[in-house]
């Protein structure tokens, strides 16, 4: 079972790439962020003759989360984040897809920090760090996949020192992502590849792709019982390099059966 995870950036300005990559690559499942467009303007009906079922959480000009399954039926379980019945914002989506509990998630950058968009960061955090503590509970397995807005470690950035005072590399960001690996997740891409520089995200300016100067922000965290059944993980670094991609490359892990 192949599963993987996009920062789509704009689905409708990205859709030629999107199905591109759908047909180069067939994964079964897919967790996609950066919709940036309202449930109306979701292009359901391309990517349903791509051959996928989707689950959809749209919001206007920003933001929004969709899971996507190519051989198996997907039922919505989470509409948001649970914990605040106030947070408008479309980060997350949970599904039951082939027996196995994806949450799909777009964590806040948080630029400028210190600030109130780090603040809200950090308490998004908080949140999600409960929900992947009930997640451990249930019977199924669980994955936690998308775009984290998190550089775990040194290794996961071209010339970490820029990064120091960054939403996505302060410390409290980072401790805050090891807190959920210390509740038993699996960070899926360093389990197979400890000392690999990896990078999933490269800027649009400064010629980044080229020089393969980037960071590795999108992640999928496994649950203890789906640990043992990985069996390959990777980055499609060649799609961000496709005309009118987008800023992140497609990551993607494959899961043997039980």
Known sequence: MKIATYNVNGINARLPVLLRWLEAKAPDVVCLQELKAPMEKIPEKEIAEA????????????????????????????PSLPGDTEDEQSRYIGAMVNGIHIGCLYLPNG??????????????FERLIRHAAGLLTLEQPAILAGDFNVIPTELDAYKPERWLEDALFRPETRAAFNRLLEQGWTDALRKLYPEETIYTFYDYTRNSYARN????????????????????????RDVRGWEKSSDHAPVWIELGEE
Do not use: C, M, T
């Not at 749209?58 to 190519?70: E, M």
């Not at 100067?213 to 993980?233: C, E, M, T, V």
């Open 51 to 78: 051959g996928y079922k989707a689950v959809w959480k749209g919001q206007k000009s920003w933001n929004g989360v969709a899971i996507l399954s190519r051989h198996h039926e997907i039922q919505e379980v989470e």
């Open 111 to 124: 630029n400028p920090a210190p600030g109130p968009k780090f603040d809200y960061k950090l308490q998004w």
């Open 213 to 236: 100067a980037g960071l590795r922000i999108d992640h999928f965290l496994l649950s203890p019982s789906l640990k043992s059944r990985l069996l390959a993980a990777g980055v499609d």
